[in-house]
């Protein structure tokens, strides 16, 4: 059995947010400027993500445990389809990761595991849909599956997190001047319960992230944008003990995406986590590549 300082460092990383991706949406990441903008029917999008986060801490209730560090390197393949459904347009997806997360904890020898993680099936519907106001809302329930690799001794490291859940996502967005764009999301996540951590049962309350973004054109194929993320609850229990107290989580983005042409688009991210209660404080680099046929 692991020492209390070492489980609650090691049970701490758990809370590692991939930008694929992370995300949000889940998965690949949390939400990037203008995807909440919907493509036209008969769409079909493939996206892949690559990130590389680095922790400048980790962090247990608010405090600094003193030379630990995680890193995460994510490879993110995400798959999207607009069709109708009675009037309405309907974005059908699933995102797959494979991550490769390392952890050091002081007086404990550094680990690491590299495999595919949870695959995410999502199906977005706008509710709002004026393409002449440039303004949008829609609904997104995601179903996050058990199916990456899981090793129950190590689940801080372990791609996949042994427990299904559920996303919920409400999105508004609202075009301003001649090429800006401002967006609200309200994020809900709910989880199952993981019966193999550490041989125990853990439990996780819901999670409520909020999300605001702004872009702006920087000449007709190249936008700009900024996005900030707030997240809280998510305490974690096992056998009736709190492992992780509640999130209270401050993070800035900063993107450009480039337009190649009608098929192509590419972009970069810069993510820094601003405050971080639980988990390591992550900063690092997103790079996004989206094909449309």
């Known amino acids: 059995m692991a020492s209390k300082t070492y489980r609650r460092a090691r049970a701490g990383a758990a809370l590692v947010l991939v930008s694929a991706g992370a995300t949000q949406p889940a998965w690949a990441g949390d939400p990037s400027a203008r995807d909440w903008i919907p493509a036209p029917v008969g769409t079909n999008l493939v996206a892949g993500y690559l990130a590389g986060l680095r922790s400048s801490g980790l962090y247990s209730e608010g405090k600094r445990i003193d030379g630990a560090a995680v890193d995460v390197n994510a490879l993110v393949y995400r798959q999207m389809h607009y069709r109708d459904f009675y009037g ?21 020898p550094g680990d690491h595991q590299t495999g595919i993680g949870d695959l995410t099936l999502g199906s977005a519907i706008w509710l709002y849909n004026n393409e002449q106001t440039r303004t949008w809302f829609a609904w997104e329930p995601f179903v996050v599956a058990p199916l990456g690799r899981y090793d ?22 609202k075009g301003v001047g001649e090429s800006t764009y401002l967006e609200a999301i309200a994020e809900v996540e709910i989880y199952g319960r993981n019966t193999d951590w550490y041989g125990q049962t853990l439990k996780k309350d819901p999670s409520v992230r909020f999300f605001a973004l702004a872009s702006t054109n920087l000449t007709p194929d190249t936008y700009t944008g900024i996005r900030y993320r707030f997240e809280t609850g998510g305490r974690e229990t ?12 401050h993070q800035l983005a900063a993107e450009i995406t480039h337009q190649i042409n009608d098929a192509n688009q590419i972009q970069m991210q810069y993510i820094h986590d601003l405050k971080v209660e639980n988990g390591p404080r992550m900063r690092g680099v997103q790079l996004r590549y989206v094909y449309a046929f």
């Open 88 to 108: 309405k347009t309907v974005q059908l997806e699933f995102i797959l990761p494979m991550t490769r997360t390392s952890l050091d904890v002081p007086g404990a």
């Open 152 to 173: 129950g001794s190590r689940p801080d490291v372990s791609p996949g997190k042994n427990r299904w859940s559920t996303i919920q996502d409400f999105s508004f967005v």
């Open 238 to 249: 096992s056998s009736g003990q709190t492992v992780t107290t509640r999130a209270r989580n």
